[in-house]
């Protein structure tokens, strides 16, 4: 009875509700879906992908929307696409790349688009899919590096950005000199702004080059420990397929190999309803241009290509930060430098924090070779860390085999081979004096209408991580085994059902785990697509794991009992002419911990999109109304932003979230965006705590942004 009455407090909040409720149900009784739709669709879809077991709202994703904006803007020609391009591309698996390319090997280049439904493996979901990336052409892609040449079909783009919050939080309210002398770390150094700025010049997908500066809100700014303006730079300069040289990285860069075990800098897609994003796709060595201050390399890496033979080597020196311990040595006016850890927020606005920033020295130095060719994939990987000071981690009973040492080495072998229609694939690594950690998967296509999925991985629990990216239930790769099944059908032409099943264990304690543990986690997602303008899905996402009891007990080590959480998704998007668009979603989550109170939260939202082709204004709008009882229950949901910029907020507690999102193009080569969120909980009278606090009810954040391209 307590389960139906926390549904019916729910059901009267009010006759708002119910209406938001009738549009998203019914969206056919309010009002040619373009490329850019398109391409927004399948970025915002890998994102989602992304934070499915991530769940991180304030990411940057700026290094995937890059690759597919590109792809957007500069269509690759498949008739001249080789296997490491369509890699790139990112939206092919590895079945449907080798079909493509050996149907132009042996019956010659693609006439038209169309063609692609007699390869085996393309139907008209995948051929719409790549649509937006590709064309087919018989014009020779041959990049001449001349000045001319480069300034008269580059392409610049120049980004300045904007961000604040309108209530004032504790870190910016006023105080006294005296009182902040006496607490230095109970006030932030800058002030409430963010401001973002970005230059990238690109000529085709031969040569990139750029800088990158952020300062984060509570960050100074030209004064105090940020004399030289912005808290945060970044500059790369990249090169690719330029004789033997397949890709060179000078500056800020990232490195992924493999599998993701030995190593992989940056982000990489979970599990999700894609089951085949399970594999990963490396490309080696990638150009950087985000503001995460801890996922990339800093000082150069070159990929030279002998035939079937890669071979990458690289090198990083990077000032980094970390939790310090000044502890005096032998000598009286001597202080020996030690961590404790390794930051990895990139904030610095309190005066601990700007004393951890880029406290050390990390240098990463590595290779990879491989033998590539269009069925097998066989590469060996190795790579050092060094810390340039003593490395004194605070190692609990759970984490008593990580890492305690300032230096690394690991290697690792990967492997990936094409069979008829089976990919097999995999990775092995160990740490040298340490544990080792093994992934192991297949994707197969059955049918046209039908493809699976499985994966086994086994990270022991002293295996010790440099950077990696391994698929996995935890957010390290350690200490955890599982095995993983998935599928993809289709039972009739207009219906897409896709599943998983994950079992996994953790043979050691966890944090907050006071003993070995298991759980599982599945999705069933059916997708319904009537018409090209209407696609709706009804998803069930639950994960069950275990965790220590939430009873406090006065003596003995804690037991653990089950923790599940159920979420009910409902979700459609509707093509109401080439000017308008709405999309909606109906959200409900269970959570679950036994011996603690069964929790209910929902969500729904309904947004709706105006962008016309013969007007240089559009815009996105959402109104969203959201009810859990706590941060357990929390739901998160992608929201559409500025270019580059990213919100997959937390719903959280009892309220209702708007925003509206403006562009304008000024003229040719200047567009404008305008950004206003609110939150509002009915709720709550304080939001959030420490130095983040806010008295108040509400959160405003304004957003805008200018960008020049040229």
Known sequence: MEYFSKYNKVAKQGSKKYLLAILILFPGIIFAQNKEDDKNKIIEKRVEYLIEDAEESDADYT?????????????????????????????????????????????????????????????????????????????????????????????????????????????????????????????????????????????????????TAEKDAGEQFFEGAQKNGFDYYSAHFFLRNQ???????????????????TYWSGRAFGKSADIMLIKRSAQGLKPYASVDESLFLRGGGVTFQFGKIEATAFYSYNSVDGNIDLTDSTSADQEVL????VQQTGLHRTANEIEDKDAIIQQQMGGHVSYKTRRLNIGVTGINSNLNTEFNPNLQTYSQFRNSDNNQTKLGADYNWIYKNFNFFGEYSKSIDAGSAF??????????????????????????????????????????????????AKPARKFTLSAYYDQFTFPWLKFGINAPSKGYQYLAQLTYKPSKKMEMYVRVRERDKQENTAVDLNEGIDYLVHEKQTNYRYHFSYTISESFKIKGRVELVNYDKEESPFEVGYLVYQDIIYKPKSSPFSFSFRYGIFDTESFNSRIYAYENDVLYSFSIPAYSNRGTRTYLTMRYKVMRGIDIWLRYALTYY??????????????????????AQVRFKF
């Open 63 to 211: 290094t995937i929307f890059d690759q597919l904006s590109y792809f957007y803007d500069h269509p690759l020609n498949l008739n001249r696409a080789g296997l490491n391009d369509l890699e790139e591309l990112g939206v092919l698996t590895s079945i449907q790349i080798n079909n493509l390319l050996a149907h132009v090997e042996n019956n010659g280049k693609l006439m038209t688009l169309e063609e692609l439904q007699t390869v085996e493996g393309f139907d008209l979901e995948v051929i719409k899919l790549i649509l937006p990336f590709v064309k087919v052409s018989t014009d020779v892609d041959s990049p001449q590096l001349a000045l001319k040449e480069l300034i008269k079909n580059g392409e610049s783009q120049l980004f300045i950005r904007y961000t604040t919050i309108l209530e004032q939080k504790e870190g910016f309210s006023p105080t006294t000199d005296s009182a902040l002398a006496a607490s230095p770390n109970s006030r932030y150094a800058g002030d409430a702004s963010k401001v973002y700025t970005r230059y990238r010049y690109k000529y085709g997908r031969h040569l990139s080059f750029g800088i």
């Open 243 to 261: 004789g033997k040289i397949k890709q060179l990285a000078i500056g800020d860069y990232q490195a992924q190999f493999g599998q993701g075990l």
């Open 338 to 341: 030690a961590i404790t850890s």
């Open 439 to 488: 992934v192991s998967g297949a994707l197969v296509t059955l049918d046209p209408r039908l493809s699976v999925a499985v994966l086994y991985r086994d990270y022991q629990r002293n295996f010790q991580p440099i950077a990696s990216a391994g698929i996995g239930e935890g957010s390290v790769n350690e200490n955890e085994k599982g095995l993983y099944m998935g599928f993809i």
């Open 682 to 703: 009915d709720n709550l009278d304080v939001i959030s705590s420490g130095l983040e606090e806010i008295q108040g009810n509400h959160k405003q954040e304004i957003k």
